[in-house]
C-alpha cells in the first residue's frame, strides 16, 4: 500500500492511494499537469488510474476533472447530487461520470462512502479496505458525527482536516461571515478537533495520520502539527509508536508507502 497526498489545502486537493495493485485519485482540485506530474515522480502512469473518487462539488477539489476525464476517459465515481451540483459537469464526458452508490468495488478495493457535514450537496468521506488494510478520509467537515468517528475507527492510514487555529481565524482578516462558515457545523474541523477526534477513535496499534486541508491564512504546519500532539500526549498516545503524524501542503507532495 501507498498513500501520497499530491496537493492539499484551499487551492487545490488531489490524494493518491494505492492498495493491493489498485490505484485511486480521491479528488482533482489540482490541474491534470500537476497530478501527472505528480504520480510521474511515483513513477505511476497516469493512464494505470482505476477510478477517480470525488469528495464533494466544491472547485478546490474538483478544478481538474475536465481535463483529466476528457484527456485519459477514467471513470470518476460521485454522489448524483454532487455531479447535478458541479460547476463543469456539462464539460465532462458522460460514459466517465459515475453514480456513487453506499458500496463498490474498485479493483481490489472496496469503497465506501459516509456522509459528512460541510456546506455542500451531498459530500462524502470514504472508508477504503483492501484484505486486512483500512484507509479512512475525511476532510472538509464541519463536525465529527458518530457516523463519521465509526467510518474512521481502527484505520491503519487516516487522511484528517486540520484546517484551521481558532485563535488565528477568529483575529485574522477574514470578514466575519466567512469566519462564522469557517466555524460551524458545515464549516472546517479546527486542528483542536482533529486532536480530540484522534485522541477518541478506536485505533489499531499503529496509525499513520495525514493533517489535511491545512489553511493558508489561518493555520501554520507546526502550529497544527503542535496542537493535535499535545491533545493525543495528554490523553495518554505515544507519538511514532501509537500514531505518526504527517503534514500535507499545497505545493509538494507527502506520502507513505509502501508496507
Known amino acids: 500500500m501507498q498513500i501520497h497526498v499530491l496537493a492539499s489545502g484551499s487551492t487545490g486537493n488531489a490524494t493518491f492511494i494505492e492498495m493491493e495493485n489498485t490505484k ?39 478544478n481538474g476533472l475536465t481535463t483529466l476525464l476528457k484527456k485519459y476517459r477514467l471513470p470518476a465515481y460521485a454522489r448524483p447530487d454532487t455531479w447535478n451540483s458541479m460547476y463543469c459537469r456539462n464539460l465532462l464526458p458522460d460514459e466517465c461520470c459515475r453514480e456513487l452508490p453506499d458500496s463498490l468495488n474498485i479493483g481490489s478495493v ?32 464541519g463536525f465529527v458525527t458518530p457516523t463519521v468517528k465509526d467510518a474512521l475507527s481502527l484505520s491503519d492510514v ?3 482536516e486540520a484546517n484551521h487555529d481558532v485563535e ?8 466575519w461571515h466567512l469566519k462564522k462558515r469557517i466555524m460551524s457545523n458545515r464549516g472546517h474541523l479546527a486542528n483542536t ?8 477513535l478506536d485505533r489499531k496499534a499503529h496509525t499513520d495520520v495525514f493533517l489535511a486541508h491545512l489553511s493558508q491564512e489561518n493555520n501554520r504546519p507546526e502550529l497544527a502539527e503542535d496542537t493535535v500532539a499535545a ?4 490523553e495518554g498516545c505515544q507519538l511514532n509508536k501509537d500514531i505518526t ?11 507513505i508507502g509502501k508496507y
Open 168 to 175: 488565528m481565524l477568529k483575529n485574522g482578516n477574514y470578514p
Open 110 to 141: 472496496k469503497v465506501e462512502p459516509f456522509s459528512i457535514s460541510h456546506d455542500a450537496a451531498d459530500p462524502v468521506g470514504f472508508r477504503l479496505h483492501a484484505g486486512k488494510t483500512k484507509v479512512g478520509f475525511a476532510t472538509d467537515l
Open 24 to 62: 485511486l485519485l480521491v479528488d482533482a482540485g489540482i490541474s491534470t499537469r500537476r497530478i501527472k506530474q505528480s504520480l510521474d515522480k511515483l513513477e505511476i502512469n497516469i493512464e494505470e488510474l482505476d477510478g477517480v473518487l470525488i469528495t464533494h462539488e466544491h472547485r478546490d477539489h474538483v
Open 193 to 200: 478537533d482533529a486532536g480530540w477526534t484522534l485522541a477518541r
Open 231 to 234: 491533545i493525543l500526549t495528554q
Open 245 to 255: 503524524l504527517h503534514l500535507t501542503y499545497p505545493g509538494q507532495i507527502t506520502g
Open 158 to 160: 487516516l487522511v484528517l
